[in-house]
């Protein structure tokens, strides 16, 4: 009995122990699991915007795939360390952190009482096509997305080529009847670039490649590399290339390359992939680095920056970025910015970007805009034949009694910056179009929008110039040199035409691309002037459309239309 009794107590004590190792074995296990990260919700936006953009916000929930990264990556001659991105448990949420820089609307003023209006050209196209990548998926664009000249300017114009080579560009006009106002004029200024006769010059391109972990997608790092394969062909013996990419670190993956070694460079290209945070200031510092190492003399001298998103690592500041590249295109380095992807794009910083780097910005979404941007209008991306451009227009108060800007909200100038040197202006390259339009109220008109002031004697000013619409005064500077020179010439009030018809093609779609902006804006200038009445004057100024860009623009006009509809 008392054997049994030992032997039963044995057993217990074995059970006992059996149970304490299994319980400590399963804490050990729960220590060890990865604790998966709470879902992160898009705020809800106000009710207003709910109703306005009802197919932009809707949610999805479609989880990230995950992201399984070397640790370092090395190609050619150089090698950078990237950040690994271990993340199979990404949040399902789907969340947008796109950023768009606040654009309000331009004013209408009384010339009695500010008959100057200023500002600087603008070439870049970069919204037209956000504006494009959204529609395709079936949203309508945030509303700071939509800069109506950037729209405007997607869109090549036959305007007349300049008749000496002395001068870069052409300045053109035209007046006209508004196609969503019989009150109202529309004013079309174009400025045509010279397309130079002989070979592009020479050019220094230094690659600046994003390759975090945000960039692994189709429509990023792939179809990055499709685009600078195609701008790769574009390029010959003369030029030289340099690749720098950057991530959790930045270096050099490719040593300066003569522009013939397309197989070297393309083979760069293909071994990169993504991984990694942002340290997107550390990359641009490099890369500034590399161009003026390798510096042509009276040459391109460039950096093209193709990213997806914000720079979240080193130099966050956006005003220290800003600064920087302006030092630098001050040595003779511009820099290009091409915007890839959605959901944590820095539109805003892109263009700003651009613009203080004697640059200019597009947005890729897909390979023909590659194709566009890199190969047909390659001459105009890279070499710049006017800088610091600006426009001054004095309305004969004689005339005209209001006047509004179309577009150029974030360009427009103080009166006196015009004759300021120091001041900083838009670029235009080779080959260049640039087109901005006013809406004007002529003082014979039976209506104005504006009330006249109570204690003015209301009777317009008197003016030796009758006849005259306006003053118009431009101001621009050669690429190399720092003084401007200036071109002066009027706009007659017998050059309008009466009837919206006789007005050419450049006019009637530059029109139709003005109201479809504002229409996406909100349409607060438009009367009663919807998406049908855009698309039907888009389709009646096609002309030529050799690459078909403006049969695109109104089929995404009639999506539009059909996507607010639904909202």
Not at 321 to 326: A, C, F, G, P, T
Not at 437 to 456: F, G, M, V, W
Not at 537 to 547: E, I, N, V
């Amino acid at each position: 009995m008392h054997k049994m009794t030992t032997i039963t107590s044995l057993a217990l004590t074995l059970m006992i122990s059996a149970c304490v190792q299994e319980q400590a074995s399963l804490e050990s296990r729960e220590q060890e699991q990865v604790v998966l990260p709470a879902p992160t919700l898009t705020p809800q936006p106000p009710a207003e915007e709910v109703k306005k953009h009802k197919p932009m916000i809707a949610q999805r929930f479609n989880p990230a795939p995950p992201m399984l990264m070397e640790k370092s990556v090395s190609i050619g001659s150089g090698a950078v360390a990237q950040d690994a991105a271990i993340d199979q448990y990404a949040p399902t949420y789907s969340v947008n952190r796109d950023n768009f820089g606040q654009i309000d609307e331009n004013p209408v003023h009384r010339v009695s009482e500010q008959p100057v209006s200023t500002f600087s050209i603008d070439v870049d196209t970069g919204s037209y096509a956000v504006v494009r990548s959204h529609l395709n998926q079936g949203q309508l664009p945030p509303t700071n997305a939509v800069r109506i000249e950037e729209m405007i300017n997607y869109f090549d114009y036959a305007f007349n080529q300049p008749r000496t080579a002395d001068l870069p560009f052409s300045i053109s006009s035209e007046v006209g009847p508004s196609p969503w106002d019989a009150h109202t004029q529309l004013v079309q200024i174009g400025l045509q670039a010279l397309t130079p006769e002989q070979q592009r010059k020479p050019a220094n391109l230094v690659f600046l490649i994003d390759v975090s972990g945000s960039m692994n997608s189709p429509q990023k790092l792939p179809l990055l590399k499709n685009a600078f394969r195609l701008l790769v062909k574009q390029l010959d013996e003369n030029d030289k290339i340099t690749m720098v990419v950057y991530a959790g670190s930045s270096g050099v993956v490719l040593e300066t390359t003569d522009g013939d070694q397309r197989g070297t460079i393309l083979a760069a290209l293909d071994k990169l992939s993504a991984g990694g945070s942002t340290h997107g200031s550390a990359g641009i510092q490099l890369a500034y680095q590399m161009a003026k190492q390798s510096f042509i003399e009276d040459g391109i001298n460039r950096v093209i920056l193709a990213t997806d998103g914000d720079f979240n690592v080193g130099t966050v500041d956006h005003a220290a970025l800003l600064d920087l590249v302006e030092r630098q295109k001050k040595q003779g380095v511009a820099l290009t910015t091409l915007g890839f992807g959605r959901g944590n794009y820095n539109d805003h910083l892109m263009e700003q970007l651009a613009d203080h780097a004697d640059g200019n910005y597009a947005y890729i979404d897909n390979l023909n805009e590659a194709r566009k941007t890199l190969v047909e209008q390659v001459s105009a991306t890279l070499q710049t034949v006017a800088k610091d451009v600006k426009i001054q227009i004095e309305w004969n108060p004689a005339e005209v009694a209001e006047y509004r800007l179309i577009g150029y909200q974030n360009r427009v100038l103080q009166r006196e910056d015009f004759n300021n040197d120091k001041v900083d202006a838009g670029e235009i390259g080779a080959g260049h179009t640039v087109t901005a339009l006013y809406e004007i109220t002529l003082t014979d008109s039976a209506r104005s929008r504006i009330d006249e002031l109570r204690y003015q004697s209301g009777v317009p000013q008197t003016s030796t110039n009758t006849g005259e619409l306006a003053w118009l005064k431009l101001r621009y500077k050669k690429p190399q040199e720092d003084r401007s020179q200036l071109i002066e010439q009027a706009l007659h009030k017998r050059a309008i035409k009466s009837d919206l018809n006789a007005v050419s093609d450049n006019l009637r779609f530059a029109a139709s691309v003005a109201a479809f902006g504002d229409l996406l804006r909100g349409g607060q200038n438009l009367q009663q002037f919807d998406y049908a009445d855009v698309a039907k004057l888009a389709s009646h100024a096609r002309g030529q459309d050799k690459h078909g860009y403006r049969a695109e623009f109104i089929s995404l006009v009639e999506l539009a239309e059909a996507l607010d509809s639904a909202g």
